[in-house]
Each structure stands twice: as C-alpha cells, then as structure tokens.
C-alpha cells in the first residue's frame, strides 16, 4: 500500500481550522481522495467533529488530551484511517492552544511511522486581525496566550493567512511585510477558507515542498503551561426541548443564546477564544460561531423548528472554567421562563493542564 498523506493544520483559537479542514476535504474529494480527518480537543464533546460528520467524512476524534501528549492514541487513529478505512490523505486538527507541533508530533512520526505516512509540510493558520493586534508593538510576547501564537508561527512550513476576504490589498501587503521581517524567509500563503479560494494553490505547495517538519521552535514549557492555564475550556452536549412540546425556531434560538453570551463577555470584558454552537435534530443542523468577544455571530445551516434538539455547545476563553459555567448557567436559567427544559447529556469544564507529551525531540529528523 502507497504511503498515506499526513497534513497537520495547526494555528491559534478562532483562526479558522475547522472550516479549512472542511474546503480541503472537498477540494481533495472532487480530485478522487479518500479523505480521513482527526479532531482534537481537551475534552469530549466538540463542535468540530460534529460540523466536519455532516458530509459524510470519515472522522476520529481524540479527546481529553492534546495529540502531543496521547501520540498513540494519535497513531492509532491515524492508521485506523488509513489501513481499515482506505484513506489516500488524513488531515489533522491540533487543539486551538498547543504549539511545538514539530518537536513533539512530525521528529517522531518521521522517525517511527516513515514507512506508513508521507509526512506533509505543516501549515499553521492564523486570524489576521489578532495577528495584527500580536505585531503591532514589533515586540515579543514573552507570557499568555500570544506568546503560543507566536511559537506556532515559530515552527510553521507554512503560514497560512486567513480572511483575506475581509483585508483590503493594503492590509494584506501591510501585513505580509510585518511577517516577513518578524519571520524571515517563511513562505507564506493567502485564502479565505469561508470562500474556499486560495485552498487548491495551497494544496498544491504541499505537494512540491518536501521539507515537512523542517523547523523547531524554542518553547518554554513553564511559560507555555501557565499560558494556556489562563485559558478556560467549557464543552457541554445538551437535550433542549419545549415543557409545553410547542415548536421551537431554533435557528432563533442559537443566535439568542449565543448574543445573551457574547453580551456577558462584554460586560464582564473577558477575551474570548472562540464560542462554538451545534443544533441537531434528523438531518436538520444549525452551527453558530464567534471567534471574538465583539466580533459578529455567524450561523448557518437549513432553519428548521420542533420540541426539541441536540445542542452542543463550545467555549474557550480568558477566563475560569467556574466563571464560564456561572455564566452558561445563567443564560440557562432566562429560558426557565419561557419553558424551555436544558437536559445535561455532556458537561466539562478546565483549563489545560502543563503538557507532557509523549515524545519531544530535539533535533529535525532528515529524509522526508
């Protein structure tokens, strides 16, 4: 059997990852590719691999632990994809907050699964309007979540600018200038993975680049840990219904709830990651997203109403783990009125914990 592609799609909360991994599958699929996918987070129920399911992929999910830090469980479900389910290409999406990918995920999978993966570039997405906000004082950022940002963009092949449907070509130019003197020499490349242009030329460069995992960053665990402990995760899977079974418009409903949300956060002026909703029922779904605190909601899907749904709902933000759930549970508590039932099905509340991966080497591994 040909040795199956491996992408890695790293980049910070809210760049766009789960929406690019969704073009890309696409992209390859129209080109005849079995496509597998691997999401990740720090705790089950993630929107992610619910929105990439709804076409039909073939996904694996690894939860409650980085890919660093559960190699194994990483390889498994790689090779699950790749010799039970006959995948030609298997895309992965770190969780949001991790970086010293190459260390600790492309040295070893180049030194131990060589003979089962070609190893491709890896691609770390960024938001170009956090990036801006990052380099902006032209300084580096030596503690809390920008310092992680930018140890991604440290050890990227690829970095790849998202959203450039919403820069004018003075923004782009501008802030491909800022990158290549804050990264010299990186090879840079720009989409919009909403519009799904630019995702087939990127495709493309990491078929022609052969330099996967060519770069380490220099990642202080200490300062690396207590950035992501700042960070509060809240993943939850509900049963919502109707007490009186009247018929819910529940594309209303996700837009409510995640605007009754975003105006706590503002209240309380707490940086948001990214929060992420997910309403099922049958085929109908409705998927809502928020990548800043006063950023605008987006949701989309096929409105659809009835007594009741699945709802699962993700929040990552600067923030408790308590606070988040005081917050959920108020906006819970409104809908009392209006005689609408949440019914737990899934509830996990953290902040990551300092990783200890499984592998970390120190050197780049030549030949592939």
């Known amino acids: 059997m040909e040795k199956t592609k491996l992408i890695f799609v790293g980049g910070f909360l809210g760049a766009g990852k789960t929406t690019l991994l969704a073009a890309a599958t696409e992209q390859l699929k129209g080109c005849g590719a079995k496509v597998g996918l691997i999401t990740n987070d720090q705790a089950e129920g993630l929107v992610d691999t619910h929105v990439l399911s709804m076409d039909g992929s073939d996904i694996q999910e690894i939860a409650g632990s980085c890919f660093c830090c559960d190699f194994d469980g990483l390889m498994e479900a790689a090779l699950y994809l790749r010799d039970t389910v006959g995948c030609h290409t298997i895309i992965a999406e770190p969780v949001?907050?991790?970086?010293?990918?190459?260390?600790?995920?492309?040295?070893?999978?180049?030194?131990?699964?060589?003979?089962?993966?070609?190893?491709?570039?890896?691609?770390?997405?960024?938001d170009p309007f956090r990036l801006k906000k990052i380099l902006k004082n032209g300084k580096d950022t030596t503690e809390g979540p920008d310092y992680i940002f930018l140890k991604q963009l440290e050890e990227a092949d690829f970095v790849l600018i998202n959203k450039v449907d919403l820069l004018t070509p003075l923004e782009i130019e501008q802030l491909e200038k800022q990158l290549h003197h804050k990264f010299p020499g990186y090879s840079l490349h720009k989409l919009s993975a909403l519009n799904k242009k630019g995702i087939k030329e990127w495709l493309g460069k990491l078929e022609r680049v052969k330099n996967?995992?060519?770069?380490?960053?220099?990642?202080?665990?200490?300062?690396?840990?207590?950035?992501?402990?700042?960070?509060?995760?809240?993943?939850?899977?509900?049963?919502?219904?109707h007490l009186d079974s009247y018929l819910v418009p529940w594309k209303d409903f996700s837009l409510k709830f995640m605007m009754l949300l975003q105006e706590v956060f503002q209240y309380e002026e707490i940086v948001?990651?990214?929060?992420?909703?997910?309403?099922?029922?049958?085929?109908?779904?409705?998927?809502?997203?928020?990548?800043?605190?006063d950023g605008d909601i987006s949701i989309e899907g096929t409105p659809f109403s009835g007594p009741m749904a699945k709802f699962t709902l993700n929040i990552r933000a600067e923030t408790s783990p308590k606070n988040l759930g005081e917050i959920v549970e108020d906006v819970i508590d409104a809908y009392?009125?209006?005689?609408?039932?949440?019914?737990?099905?899934?509830?996990?509340?953290l902040s990551p914990g300092k990783p200890t991966p499984t592998h970390h080497f120190n050197e780049i591994i030549i030949g592939q």
């Open 96 to 126: 949001g907050s991790c970086t010293d990918l190459s260390a600790t995920l492309l040295q070893p999978i180049k030194s131990y699964y060589a003979q089962f993966f070609q190893l491709m570039p890896l691609s770390v997405l960024v």
């Open 212 to 241: 996967a995992g060519g770069r380490m960053a220099e990642v202080d665990y200490d300062i690396y840990a207590s950035a992501e402990a700042l960070m509060g995760w809240f993943n939850a899977t509900f049963i919502v219904s």
């Open 272 to 293: 948001m990651g990214h929060m992420k909703t997910f309403l099922k029922s049958g085929p109908s779904y409705i998927k809502g997203n928020l990548v800043e605190t």
């Open 336 to 349: 009392k009125e209006h005689r609408i039932d949440f019914e737990i099905d899934v509830l996990k509340k």
